[in-house]
């Protein structure tokens, strides 16, 4: 059985840093791509990152680069979304979300999702 949870959201200032985590299991690395996506109002479910343990693919948003990291914990099987100097643009309900096989950005290929976790930056 897979199972994934999103959580360590919250509120912060603009320019602040979050780190949101996920937790799994029954899902082995190895195998599959975990991703991370975001959903502010009004708007459509958009990719964030995603690293494949299955064949190393990656992918990370233009929005992302250069502020955003994931990492992995394989022993405490959890994936991580450290996120730095943040925007109000980036206030969504953030989900972690895994795949078998390469990474992908649509969200419509991702088979495992855990719910979201609501990040708020104020300006």
């Known amino acids: 059985e897979v199972q994934l949870q999103a959580y360590g959201g919250g509120l912060v200032q603009a320019g602040g840093s979050l780190r949101l985590s996920c937790a799994a299991s029954g899902l082995p690395f190895d195998v599959y791509a975990i991703a991370w996506f975001r959903q502010a109002p009004g708007k459509e479910r958009e990719a964030v990152s995603c690293?494949?343990?299955?064949?190393?693919?990656?992918y990370a948003a233009d929005f992302a680069k250069g502020r955003f990291i994931q990492s992995t914990d394989n022993a405490k099987n959890a994936v991580y979304l450290q996120m730095n100097s943040l925007k109000p643009e980036d206030a969504a309900v953030y989900y972690c979300?895994?795949?078998?096989?390469?990474?992908?950005?649509?969200?419509?290929?991702?088979?495992?999702w855990g719910h979201g976790t609501q990040v708020t930056v104020s300006s």
């Open positions: 690293f494949s343990g299955a064949d190393d693919s990656t």
């Open positions: 979300a895994a795949k078998g096989n390469t990474c992908d950005y649509d969200p419509i290929s991702f088979d495992y």
